[in-house]
């Protein structure tokens, strides 16, 4: 009886785990759109060129090889047009919509009058930094920032301006 019992329990908690946020996104790979932009950027970094980097951040005593000790993967894309609305927003609103999700915080929406728009995400699990999502877009450009792992949000925003990642001129 009291396997049934726990077995029972256990199949109720498998849709309560099942709401939890993923820190990985599902990002297109808008192939689409290549053709079209005057500038891509296209950053993977995981599996084995990830491990590669994190045996040198244990080696390291560069503080910058050392913030990517923990990290698991991370992706980056980045398009720029030479004529507005080249491309489809909702391209870019889809990978926003996976940010409603339980699980991700709100942590900066700046958004300028001109359609300029971005918003970073952090996904937390008790009070682990599991994930940083970063979606930047324009009429003519859009970026998108996905970074999994054990995140010291104080070191990553020394990665800022590299490894693909964009500087962002948001105003605090």
């Known amino acids: 009886m009291k396997h049934r019992t726990l077995a029972f329990i256990a199949c109720l908690a498998l849709p309560l785990s099942a709401l939890a946020a993923s820190p990985e996104?599902?990002?297109?790979?808008?192939?689409?759109l290549k053709g079209k932009a005057i500038e891509s950027v296209d950053v993977t970094l995981d599996g084995l060129l990830l491990g590669v980097v994190r045996k040198l951040a244990r080696t390291s005593d560069d503080p910058e090889v050392k913030i990517l000790e923990d990290i698991q993967s991370v992706r980056v894309r980045n398009f720029t047009f030479d004529t507005d609305d080249a491309y489809p927003l909702d391209d870019v609103d889809s990978v926003r919509r996976q940010l409603a999700a339980p699980g991700w915080s709100q942590l900066v929406s700046a958004h300028k009058?001109?359609?300029?728009?971005?918003?970073?995400?952090?996904?937390?699990?008790q009070d682990k930094v599991l994930g940083?999502?970063?979606?930047?877009?324009?009429?003519?450009?859009?970026?998108i920032v996905n970074i999994?792992?054990?995140?010291?949000?104080?070191?990553?925003?020394?990665?800022?301006?590299?490894?693909?990642?964009?500087?962002?001129?948001?105003?605090?």
Do not use: W
């Open 148 to 172: 999994v792992g054990n995140i010291d949000i104080d070191k990553l925003a020394k990665l800022e301006g590299q490894f693909g990642i964009p500087k962002m001129d948001v105003e605090r």
């Open 25 to 32: 996104l599902r990002i297109p790979n808008f192939m689409h």
């Open 113 to 125: 009058r001109n359609d300029e728009h971005v918003d970073v995400y952090l996904c937390a699990e």
């Open 132 to 143: 940083l999502a970063v979606v930047a877009s324009d009429k003519r450009s859009f970026t």
